[in-house]
């Protein structure tokens, strides 16, 4: 068996998700056995939709969700209790065997903004199983999961539509 590694896509740019997706449906599209755990995020995305119907499991908050710089010191307590749920889930998918891939989308960001407990996330990133490919992204990682990985990828903005007022746009960021 090939060597399972460890991936993470980071940076201010667009691209990271959308990275970490593409390497999910991949994996789908060569019979892997994909599992996706999104934090810090709640509405709903294309390609996250499409990687549930052809197998994937995935686990994300079932509602919308603020900016964690919006919420109220309840909200980011009550935030912080789902994303470590979340952190646990994902442990236990990777230990339990039944995945190959596991994408942690935006975890160096919960963990960054102190939503997920570092010293587990760390733990876990550094004692993978070795039969599981992992996936992490990040706006800014900490400089252990850059020590961690074996992909290290930072996605630059240059220049984005938002810039200009334009948002979001269904199909395309989302």
């Given at each position: 068996m090939q060597p399972r590694l460890t991936h993470l896509y980071f940076g201010n740019g667009k691209g990271k998700t959308t990275a970490a997706m593409g390497l999910a449906l991949r994996a789908v599209g060569n019979q892997w056995r994909v599992g996706v755990?999104?934090?810090l995020k709640g509405s709903s995305s294309g390609e996250v939709e499409m990687l549930r119907q052809l197998g994937a499991t995935i686990v994300k908050k079932q509602c919308g969700i603020k900016f964690v710089f919006q919420m109220t010191e309840e909200e980011k307590e009550q935030t912080r209790q789902i994303e470590n749920e979340h952190l646990q889930q994902a442990i236990r998918m990777a230990q339990s065997g039944e995945y190959d891939l596991l994408v942690l989308d935006e975890a160096g960001s919960a963990c960054k903004l102190g939503m997920i407990d570092e010293a587990v996330l760390k733990a876990f990133v550094q004692q993978k199983p070795a039969n599981l490919e992992l996936v992490l992204t990040a706006h800014q990682p900490?400089?252990?999961?850059?020590?961690?990985a074996d992909y290290c990828t930072e996605m630059v903005c240059h220049k984005h539509p938002y810039q200009q007022g334009i948002a979001a746009r269904k199909g395309v960021e989302y």
């Amino acid at each position: 068996m090939q060597p399972r590694l460890t991936h993470l896509y980071f940076g201010n740019g667009k691209g990271k998700t959308t990275a970490a997706m593409g390497l999910a449906l991949r994996a789908v599209g060569n019979q892997w056995r994909v599992g996706v755990v999104q934090f810090l995020k709640g509405s709903s995305s294309g390609e996250v939709e499409m990687l549930r119907q052809l197998g994937a499991t995935i686990v994300k908050k079932q509602c919308g969700i603020k900016f964690v710089f919006q919420m109220t010191e309840e909200e980011k307590e009550q935030t912080r209790q789902i994303e470590n749920e979340h952190l646990q889930q994902a442990i236990r998918m990777a230990q339990s065997g039944e995945y190959d891939l596991l994408v942690l989308d935006e975890a160096g960001s919960a963990c960054k903004l102190g939503m997920i407990d570092e010293a587990v996330l760390k733990a876990f990133v550094q004692q993978k199983p070795a039969n599981l490919e992992l996936v992490l992204t990040a706006h800014q990682p900490i400089d252990w999961m850059i020590e961690a990985a074996d992909y290290c990828t930072e996605m630059v903005c240059h220049k984005h539509p938002y810039q200009q007022g334009i948002a979001a746009r269904k199909g395309v960021e989302y």
